[in-house]
């Protein structure tokens, strides 16, 4: 079955850069689209970005300036790099896949997610 | 940016109670919205996606509805794994977007 596994390191000082690679078994990464989704503690879901195999991306307005989401087709492999980063991003970031459904129009949802790792920024 | 708003933003229900949740969009997203599922220290689960369409392998008690801004998700009869949080959320627009959460409590 489709697996996705978040790793990188736990934890990262302030005004660093952040950086997560999110990698597939069981499903060629050439195939979907693929999303960052992050929660701070005791708080709601943030959808981060979305990539697709061939390099396009989204990014969350508020985020936009400071992430970059790339994929590395070669290893099936996602990543999350999100630069000056505060205590606001503390969080557990989770990536997930776009699982996509065609009727009379195309709809989008995340239907496999990791597990989420835990990134908190130290002062 | 399409704001999604969920209500109530927490729920008080026994074993067998009907509960609805509602979400409403800033804009009409059609029925470009899905709802998921998240149990403490879990990553969410997808439980309905283009507003009415049931997951494979979710039980048939949990039900969506809606189009344009307002959408809701029902569960007709609670059982007790279904004591989660539950968040809507659109792709109608390629800026996707969550609404805050609903916290579903046994009473």
């Known amino acids: 079955q489709v697996q996705l596994q978040e790793s990188g390191p736990g934890l990262v000082k302030a005004s660093e850069t952040l950086s997560l690679t999110c990698t597939v078994s069981?499903?060629?990464?050439?195939?979907?689209?693929w999303s960052w989704v992050r929660q701070p503690p005791g708080k709601g879901l943030e959808w981060i970005g979305n990539i697709f195999y061939s390099g396009s991306t989204n990014y969350s307005p508020s985020l936009k300036s400071r992430v970059i989401i790339s994929v590395d087709t070669s290893r099936n492999q996602f990543s999350l790099r999100l630069t000056s980063v505060t205590a606001a991003d503390t969080a557990v970031y989770y990536c997930?896949?776009?699982?996509?459904?065609?009727?009379?129009?195309?709809?989008?949802?995340?239907?496999?997610w990791g597990k989420g790792t835990t990134v908190t920024v130290s002062s | 940016d399409i704001q999604m708003t969920q209500s109530p933003s927490s729920l008080s229900a026994s074993v067998g109670d009907r509960v609805s949740i509602a979400c409403r969009a800033s804009?009409?997203?059609?029925?470009?919205l899905n709802w998921y599922q998240q149990k403490p220290g879990k990553a969410p689960q997808v439980v309905i996606y283009a507003a009415s369409s049931l997951q494979s392998g979710v039980p048939s008690r949990f039900s969506g509805s809606g189009s344009g801004t307002d959408f809701t998700l029902t569960i007709s009869s609670l059982q007790p794994e279904d004591f989660a949080t539950y968040y809507c959320q659109q792709s109608y627009s390629t800026l996707y977007s969550f609404g805050q959460g609903t916290k579903l409590e046994i009473k």
């Open positions: 997930a896949r776009l699982n996509k459904v065609t009727t009379d129009y195309l709809y989008y949802y995340m239907d496999v």
């Open positions: 804009q009409s997203i059609d029925n470009y």
């Open positions: 069981g499903a060629s990464i050439s195939s979907y689209y």
